[in-house]
């Protein structure tokens, strides 16, 4: 039943119906004026129309979209002169084509739905104050609506261009894969192949040519094994320092200017492990929900510690902890390592994992 009255439920939420509550004025409006039954009729008939209309924006395509606006607009216009509290269904208009329109040209239609606002309470020789508020509201709401629909075009074509780059970065790491396990095992089964033919051929006529030969099939064999295990050591991940690259280039990416400063430490693979994915994380959420302008990185050694540093300047410093830090701040702990998060000008992650202790363990 919701999903026909109101499709976008699942993917904007009950937040659009919200606003619904302001259409309180056009259902009170005959309570005033004590109006006929007729009127009555009318106005839960035409509420009820313009509910359907403006919650089937929100998930109609662009060209549909217009449609629907502008039919929300001629329903104030036709409505108003019988119940004043239609007037704010220009409101909703202009909310809706700020949001669905993020170019330019929607400060047109903003603009001569204001004018109809002005307009029709002149014709009716409602309040000038009235409409004056109505279309002040109005500017306001379609103004704040288009700030955030820019903010959403922004945020896509952000993902758009990381998808981008993690598409290309998996398409160059097969060809690399593929490119090296040709020339890693190309020649190697090549010759591992001829090899044992001539040992089949010599089994008979020449034995101990046949061992020597089986030997050598034996030693490539594992020369070769030696090769993948070596080879695939290097696929599992290029460590801390590809990473702190990385970083660099997605936070510059998302116009975020960043200040590094990075000491080279004697880390162990976990705990490298552990501070690439700490810092991935990082970096990944100043980049989806701090809106910072500038970040920094630091890795230094104090003391008996490594310590690593991220900080930004963004708004995120008040947003609960998420999945993500739980399960950064559970990776540290397990290796002895731990999380501090400030949030005092924006939100400061302050990593510290013990270097000697780990080194010893390492040792034994």
Same mark, same amino acid.
């Given at each position: 039943?919701?999903?026909?009255?109101?499709?976008? &439920?699942?993917?904007?939420?009950?937040?659009?119906?919200?606003?619904?509550?302001?259409?309180?004025?056009?259902?009170?409006?005959?309570?005033?004026?004590? +109006? +006929?039954?007729?009127?009555?009729?009318?106005?839960?008939?035409? #509420?009820?129309?313009?509910?359907?209309?403006?919650?089937?924006?929100?998930?109609? #395509?662009?060209?549909?979209? =217009?449609? /629907? +606006?502008?039919?929300?607009? @001629?329903? !104030?216009? =036709?409505? +108003?002169?019988?119940?004043? !509290?239609?007037?704010?269904?220009?409101?909703? $208009?202009?909310?809706?084509? $700020?949001?669905l329109d993020s170019s330019r040209r929607v400060w047109i239609w903003i603009a001569i739905?204001?004018?109809?606002?002005?307009?029709?309470? &002149?014709?009716?020789?409602?309040?000038? %104050?009235?409409?004056?508020?109505? *279309?002040?509201?109005?500017?306001?709401?379609?103004?704040?609506?288009?700030?955030?629909?820019?903010? &959403?075009?922004?945020?896509?074509? @952000?993902?758009?261009?990381?998808?981008?780059?993690?598409? /290309?970065?998996?398409? *160059?790491?097969?060809?690399?894969?593929a490119r090296d396990l040709h020339d890693l095992l190309g020649h190697t089964l090549s010759l591992i192949t001829l090899k044992a033919e001539l040992a089949r051929k010599l089994v008979d006529r020449d034995p101990e040519r046949a061992k020597q030969e089986m030997l050598d099939v034996e030693h490539t %064999?594992?020369?070769a094994l030696a090769d993948v295990r070596e080879a695939i050591s290097g696929y599992r991940g290029e460590g801390l320092a590809a990473e702190l690259v990385r970083a660099r280039k997605t936070l510059e990416t998302a116009g975020i200017t960043v200040d590094s400063d990075v000491t080279e430490l004697p880390l162990t693979p976990a705990q490298e492990t552990v501070l690439a994915l700490a810092l991935r994380e990082a970096v990944t959420n100043v980049v989806r929900h701090a809106q910072a302008r500038q970040c920094s990185v630091r890795l230094q050694r104090e003391n008996n510690l490594c310590t690593l540093e991220i900080a930004d300047n963004g708004s995120g410093a008040n947003a609960p902890e998420g999945n993500g830090l739980r399960g950064m701040r559970e990776r540290l702990e397990a290796i002895? #390592? %731990?999380?501090?998060?400030? %949030?005092?000008?924006?939100?400061?992650?302050?990593?510290?994992?013990?270097?000697a202790p780990a080194a010893a363990t390492l040792r034994n």
């Amino acid at each position: 039943m919701w999903d026909l009255i109101y499709p976008g &439920r699942k993917e904007h939420g009950w937040r659009p119906a919200i606003w619904l509550l302001y259409l309180i004025f056009f259902f009170i409006d005959p309570f005033t004026r004590h +109006t +006929t039954p007729l009127v009555w009729v009318g106005t839960v008939v035409a #509420g009820f129309v313009f509910i359907l209309l403006y919650l089937h924006v929100w998930t109609a #395509g662009e060209q549909n979209a =217009v449609l /629907l +606006t502008v039919a929300m607009a @001629l329903m !104030g216009i =036709v409505c +108003t002169p019988w119940n004043t !509290g239609a007037i704010g269904f220009f409101f909703y $208009a202009a909310v809706c084509v $700020a949001w669905l329109d993020s170019s330019r040209r929607v400060w047109i239609w903003i603009a001569i739905i204001i004018g109809i606002i002005l307009l029709e309470s &002149r014709l009716l020789h409602l309040p000038t %104050s009235f409409g004056l508020m109505m *279309a002040f509201f109005a500017f306001v709401a379609a103004a704040g609506n288009y700030h955030l629909a820019q903010k &959403r075009c922004a945020e896509k074509k @952000l993902q758009l261009a990381q998808d981008e780059v993690e598409h /290309l970065a998996k398409v *160059a790491e097969r060809e690399r894969i593929a490119r090296d396990l040709h020339d890693l095992l190309g020649h190697t089964l090549s010759l591992i192949t001829l090899k044992a033919e001539l040992a089949r051929k010599l089994v008979d006529r020449d034995p101990e040519r046949a061992k020597q030969e089986m030997l050598d099939v034996e030693h490539t %064999s594992r020369a070769a094994l030696a090769d993948v295990r070596e080879a695939i050591s290097g696929y599992r991940g290029e460590g801390l320092a590809a990473e702190l690259v990385r970083a660099r280039k997605t936070l510059e990416t998302a116009g975020i200017t960043v200040d590094s400063d990075v000491t080279e430490l004697p880390l162990t693979p976990a705990q490298e492990t552990v501070l690439a994915l700490a810092l991935r994380e990082a970096v990944t959420n100043v980049v989806r929900h701090a809106q910072a302008r500038q970040c920094s990185v630091r890795l230094q050694r104090e003391n008996n510690l490594c310590t690593l540093e991220i900080a930004d300047n963004g708004s995120g410093a008040n947003a609960p902890e998420g999945n993500g830090l739980r399960g950064m701040r559970e990776r540290l702990e397990a290796i002895g #390592g %731990s999380l501090q998060r400030q %949030s005092q000008a924006g939100t400061r992650l302050v990593i510290h994992l013990p270097l000697a202790p780990a080194a010893a363990t390492l040792r034994n």
